[in-house]
């Protein structure tokens, strides 16, 4: 790679995606990268670099920040904070939101699905309890093409064996030849849409629970501040987030407070001006 190409890729990709490269991780975007070069026909590196210098196309830059996003992902990742949910938070809520009988959530980095799939299942095993009740769960993710794969919601055996248990496995999806298809009522109780949190958030409402799990690792101090910060501004005052496990606000935010005996799971601290849980009509609500 030629001297100042890194830099430019680099800074490219922070300012569209918030991810922070540093160069010992120049190896990663070149190998990544050289994908990019050959769909566009390209020779090599030097050539998609000399690309983006003379016109940034949002297609160009699209597969670039595509290319360098990570979209790891399983079924009840952790197990733990999907526990925490179940146990911790979901009485909580319908203790709390008993009067509008609404419940937000947000999964702000969903990538192929598997994180609001699972939260769907522990509602839908809920069910009893959530009688009357409306649900929306909204997933995000930066990738349009994670967001096509989540929400065609068909995954292969690898897949779905990788933290689902086989009882939820047959009990919530279709098999169709080497696929497995998430049924119907999980899917009617999730949004899918492209979004980045580098953006401004105010256009989708306000959640009661907010799952960021295992993002803020790629940024660097003061974009997690910032998107921590974004985050605040969309939760009402008893809020809770999700983080991941090498994941913490020390140092990061003031906006949150951790809670004790529940790792990995915050509550609003400072919101500025005071939310208030509303349903948005662009977002698909349902009845549990």
């Not at 949910?85 to 419940?103: A, H, T």
Request: proline share 3%; hydrophobic share 40%; charged share 25%.
């Amino acid at each position: 790679m030629r001297e100042g190409d890194f830099d430019l890729f680099a800074k490219l990709v922070k300012t569209k995606s918030g991810i922070h490269l540093t160069p010992d991780k120049a190896y990663l975007l070149e190998s990544r990268l050289m994908s990019v070069a050959r769909q566009q026909g390209m020779k090599n590196i030097d050539d998609l670099a000399d690309a983006v210098r003379r016109q940034q196309t949002p297609a160009l830059i699209s597969d670039i920040t595509e290319a360098m996003t990570t979209n790891e992902s399983s079924f009840f990742r952790d197990q733990r904070p999907f526990e925490q949910f179940r146990n911790f938070v979901l009485p909580r809520l319908l203790q709390s939101r008993r009067s509008s009988r609404l419940i937000r959530i947000w999964s702000a980095a969903c990538s192929s699905g598997q994180e609001p799939y699972s939260m769907a299942m522990v509602l839908h095993e809920e069910q009893a309890k959530l009688a009357g009740w409306k649900i929306e769960i909204l997933a995000t993710d930066i990738s349009q093409e994670m967001v096509d794969k989540a929400r065609r919601g068909e995954y292969n055996q690898f897949e779905v064996q990788r933290g689902l248990p086989i009882q939820m496995l047959v009990k919530h999806f279709t098999q169709e030849s080497d696929k497995w298809i998430v049924k119907d009522e999980l899917r009617k109780h999730i949004t899918f849409k492209t979004f980045n949190l580098m953006e401004d958030a105010g256009t989708l409402g306000i959640f009661d629970v907010i799952f960021c799990r295992n993002v803020l690792i790629y940024f660097d101090g003061p974009t997690k501040t910032q998107v921590l910060e974004r985050l605040s501004r969309r939760m009402p005052d008893d809020g809770l987030l999700f983080l991941g496990g090498a994941e913490t606000i020390i140092g990061v935010t003031d906006r949150f407070k951790a809670i004790r005996e529940q790792r990995g799971v915050f509550e609003v601290t400072a919101n500025g001006p005071p939310g208030s849980n509303v349903l948005l009509k662009q977002h698909a609500v349902a009845t549990v």
